[in-house]
């Protein structure tokens, strides 16, 4: 579960954490934006490591790390298909050439993976919510993830309060072939499907007791509003965007494998 | 002490009201007739099944409006016709709070959850500041407010159920055996939370529960239902210590148990104390002469 | 014989829920273990079957350590109704849900569909074999779960919370059937804040706080003890908040059984009259 621990939001404050959550995910699109842009290895590597001040400011970097350790088995994926594929089907003017080429495939994953751990190690469920309504996201959505994430840590406990039960009944999930091990889930499964299905009914009950759907236009007890600072991150974006477009087309960008030795396969 | 005001006027009045759920065969509800008066303490209670739940349910319109099925006889809450209006309309006169705390809360804050019915009306922001702080005030919980539903206990968590409903500023509450997952000390704070409301706001409380015990000692009316119809419907002290409440397989009030025991023994008391301290009480002023 | 030798167990979530905790359960004992919400006592019981081990110090079934054994292992020995039903319910009937902890433990064909006959009667549910568990009632799927465990028939039953939500008719039959199990010599280790119920039971009371038994011996004595209540955070049983206001005319302070307290009041009062 460590990858999802790189994504769940903690209680702090910091001018990250109070940037508007609709200017940091544009941030982060212009991140993405500009990594496809790049297949070269040293851009993509500048871009990498941009985030690094937003996360030492924010001061989310154990948790930040954490999400790219989970995502080191993707990666190296993605680096070894690269690899065997071009080496295999493609042709390469040299073999340093294509390690590079896959190096920066995979940084370009990574760019992706850290930019977003980062925008949800700083956006609260809350907050981000509140971005989508005032983004004129349908309520039923928003709510819906809202409560969906409200409800995570209850239904993993839940889940293993059912384990434990079906556990103390005999059941043993180690044993037993791959499909017998599957079978063994099903105890666990029912009761945890049966159970959310009461637990939305009961919740839907409460809603509709406190008013839901009974005016057409709802209101909202806090309001998202632009400062400063998310105009300064605005203005980043643009920047980035602007020097990424200019780099893209205006500068020679060198390969690194120009100036190492070559392989000899 | 609480005593059932005989000149107040009625806020809840059912007449011959008969529920049968969508796809059953037995009926939930048999010609049921009840009135509540205003700010009156009022205990629901009977053996698992009777119909309790079911007739909570009606008086804020989740039948018929969410639960179809067949509705007939007369219901009317706060002088509305509960057919005639939608369940968001009745939510601004009667309130319900649930058995289980954890699936009444949505929000990700106790703020936003005790705000959660006031942005379903449209109320404006500043109105649902000061309203979100008194409810969070009355039901003691104001430090509370920035926290997390999971993080809390279960009767902090049914707190911020109270809050969440005190918050629309219902004449009418109703609690659904609201301390079933609470311990003994927890469900005694929820009872006492409920009675201040009760007392200092004249909310009119309507309370399904099976641990009189605690709770009987608040209540001005005491109705026991039994197999769908009301068994009886009057006074506490008369109710709790006639035969037929005994027979129900209620769980009458211990104290009153013990005057029922001593009188069939022989020793008859005036007066049936309704908590552990009156009975403390009349029998010091019995005993010590 | 289940033994636990100075346990500590914590969270991973960093909550330190059993500081030095020592207690021995004997064969045939009926416990109750209480305490508020938060004290440890689900913890505690959870270590008597493996679910969770301790930290440190030992927790012994019949001598052997439960660090050494199994949960399904131990499962045969020590049989957990857990508090809410729907946690375990997941088949398409009555009687094979019954049947699941029974194949699980590797008993034929023939003796599980005797075990299962045995605990539906048991349990009175004989008419509902064949109905889906999820379309009873709650106070059935509560007996249907306590008909699972009881079916391989364990030496030790621990039962959470098994008061919530119950009428008190159903509490009534609940308390009856636990104590004809435990005169069956089963040890019956009741999990529970319901202090109404145990005042009815008198069991063996161990009273926890904060992660540790702060008291333990008979619920007469321990439920009445003022000073225990306000540490332990728990309301006495009614009987005994009358009598603690009547001590001074005499009665004794431990009086928590209401026909206990009409015997006493009426020898009183024959005893004022002559």
Not at chain 1, 1 to 13: A, L, P, Q
Not at chain 2, 24 to 52: N, Q, R, Y
Not at chain 2, 145 to 150: L, T, V
Request: net charge neutral.
């Amino acid at each position: 579960m460590s990858v999802f621990e790189g994504f769940r939001f903690r209680h702090i404050t910091s001018p990250i954490h109070n940037r508007d959550p609709r200017i940091k995910f544009l941030f982060v699109l212009a991140m993405f934006v500009i990594a496809i842009f790049f297949t070269e290895f040293l851009p993509l590597l500048v871009l990498f490591f941009l985030p690094l001040p937003f996360v030492w400011i924010a001061g989310v970097g154990k948790q930040w790390l954490r999400s790219l350790r989970g995502a080191v088995f993707l990666a190296s994926f993605i680096f070894v298909f690269n690899f065997v594929f071009g080496y295999f089907y493609r042709s390469y003017p040299s073999t340093t050439m294509l390690l590079e080429y896959s190096l920066a495939m995979t940084l370009r994953f990574l760019v992706l993976i850290e930019s977003f751990s980062v925008f949800f190690l700083t956006t609260s469920p809350d907050h981000l919510s509140l971005a989508l309504e005032q983004s004129h996201v349908p309520y039923e959505f928003t709510f819906a993830f809202t409560t969906a994430v409200r409800f995570v840590p209850v239904l993993a406990e839940e889940a293993q309060t059912i384990m434990d039960a079906q556990k103390a009944r005999g059941l043993e999930l180690e044993r037993g072939n791959f499909l017998k091990r599957i079978r063994n889930y099903i105890p666990i499964l029912i009761p945890l499907i049966v159970s959310a299905i009461r637990r939305s009914l009961e919740l839907a009950e409460a809603m509709e007791s406190r008013a839901w759907g009974a005016s057409p236009k709802r209101t909202n007890l806090y309001v998202l509003k632009i400062k400063l600072g998310d105009l300064v991150l605005l203005a980043l974006a643009v920047g980035l965007l602007v020097a990424g477009i200019y780099v893209r087309y205006f500068v020679e960008i060198p390969l690194l494998s120009t100036f190492l030795p070559q392989l000899p396969f | 002490m609480p005593s059932k005001a005989k000149h107040s006027l009625p806020i809840i009045e059912i007449k011959g009201l008969t529920y049968t759920y969508p796809g059953a065969s037995k009926k939930s509800l048999l010609d049921v007739s009840l009135t509540i008066e205003k700010g009156e303490f009022a205990i629901l209670t009977g053996p698992s099944g009777c119909g309790k739940t079911t007739l909570c349910r009606c008086f804020n319109g989740l039948i018929p409006h969410f639960y179809a099925g067949e509705l007939k006889g007369g219901l009317t809450v706060a002088d509305l016709n509960v057919n005639e209006h939608t369940i968001g309309e009745m939510a601004k006169h009667v309130g319900l709070v649930f058995q289980n705390p954890e699936n009444q809360l949505f929000a990700l804050s106790v703020e936003k959850d005790v705000a959660f019915g006031l942005e379903n009306l449209g109320m404006p922001r500043e109105q649902m500041q000061e309203r979100v702080n008194w409810a969070l005030k009355m039901t003691g919980i104001t430090d509370l407010r920035d926290r997390a539903p999971h993080e809390l206990s279960g009767g902090q968590q049914q707190r911020v159920a109270i809050a969440s409903v005190l918050a629309m500023q219902p004449d009418i509450i109703v609690f659904d055996e609201p301390t079933s997952f609470l311990d003994p000390l927890g469900a005694q704070k929820i009872f006492e939370v409920i009675a201040e409301l009760n007392r200092k706001l004249g909310i009119t409380v309507i309370l399904v529960e099976h641990r009189l015990d605690l709770a009987a000692r608040y209540a001005s009316h005491v109705i026991i239902m039994d197999d769908g119809k009301i068994a009886l419907d009057g006074e506490p002290r008369e109710i709790f210590n006639s035969e037929q409440a005994w027979l129900l397989g209620v769980g009458i009030p211990k104290a009153v148990r013990l005057w029922r025991l001593l009188e069939e023994s022989g020793v008859a008391l005036k007066g049936i104390p309704i908590s552990s301290d009156e009975a403390t009480q009349r029998l010091k002023e019995v005993l010590w002469r | 014989m289940i033994e636990v030798k100075d346990i500590y167990f914590t969270y991973p979530t960093g909550v330190e829920a059993l500081k030095g905790v020592s207690l021995t359960i004997k064969d045939g004992e009926f416990v109750a273990i209480m305490g508020q919400n938060g004290a440890g006592k689900t913890t505690l019981v959870k270590n008597f079957n493996g679910l969770l081990r301790p930290a440190k110090g030992e927790a012994l079934v019949d001598g052997v350590s439960t660090k050494d054994v199994s949960v399904a292992k131990l499962a045969r020995t020590v049989g957990f109704v857990f508090q809410n039903p729907d946690h375990q319910l997941f088949s398409e009937t009555v009687e094979e849900e019954i049947a699941y902890a029974l194949r699980n433990f590797g008993f034929d064909g023939a003796t599980v569909e005797k075990r299962v006959t045995w605990a539906l009667n048991l349990l009175d549910l004989a008419e509902y074999r064949k109905a889906s568990p999820f379309m009873l009632s709650g106070g059935e799927r509560k007996r249907v779960a306590l008909a699972s465990v009881l079916a391989w028939d364990p030496k030790v039953v621990i039962l959470d919370e098994p008061t919530i939500g119950q009428d008190h008719r159903q509490k009534e039959n609940l308390r009856q059937f636990i104590l004809q199990l435990n005169e069956q010599g089963k040890t019956v280790v009741i999990v529970t804040h319901d202090v109404e119920f145990v005042a009815e039971c008198n069991p063996r009371v161990v009273l926890m706080k904060e992660g540790r038994i702060i008291a333990d011996g008979e619920a007469k004595r321990i439920l009445t003890d003022t000073t225990l209540a306000l540490e332990a955070s728990i309301v006495p049983p009614q009987i005994a908040q009358i009598f603690q206001g009547l001590t001074f005319l005499g009665f004794p302070s431990d009086v928590i059984d209401v026909s206990e307290a009409k015997k006493l009041l009426v020898e009183h009062f024959r005893g004022l009259r002559s």
